[in-house]
């Protein structure tokens, strides 16, 4: 089965970095439209940053300048650096997938719903204290 594996989430400093990855199987992420959201407990979840299958790089406003979407194609993962981490930054942060680009998905942005992203991961929690 596809599956999509967070880690390098944790408890962190105000001001200080973390590295999120999503390793990828059943799956190609350099094919597609990748993307990194978030969610606390009330909220909608919401996109944080995303990429296309030629690299282009779109983040929603208060991720820019501090936050790096990346992909790493030997290894099939996902990454999301994280610096200058804020405690309004707390929340899960998930990797999704959406279909090839082949077959598709080149919508690559945060207009694209949410429904269309068809592969998630399980989650990896970020907590940022003051």
């Known amino acids: 089965a596809v599956q999509l594996v967070e880690s390098g989430g944790g408890s962190v400093q105000a001001g200080g970095s973390l590295r999120l990855s999503c390793e990828a199987s059943g799956i190609t992420v350099s094919n597609r439209c990748m993307g990194w959201f978030r969610q606390t407990l009330g909220q909608q979840r919401e996109g944080v940053a995303h990429?296309?299958?030629?690299?282009?790089?779109n983040y929603l406003d208060f991720a820019k300048g501090r936050f790096t979407i990346s992909r790493d194609s030997a290894n099939n993962t996902l990454y999301l650096q994280m610096n200058n981490l804020k405690p309004e930054d707390t929340a899960t942060y998930y990797c999704?997938?959406?279909?090839?680009?082949?077959?598709?998905?080149?919508?690559?942005?945060?207009?694209?719903?949410?429904?269309?992203?068809?592969?998630w991961g399980q989650g990896t929690q970020v907590t940022v204290a003051s």
């Open positions: 990429i296309t299958s030629t690299d282009k790089q």
């Open positions: 999704a997938a959406v279909t090839p680009d082949s077959q598709g998905g080149i919508w690559c942005d945060v207009g694209r719903p949410l429904s269309d992203y068809k592969y």
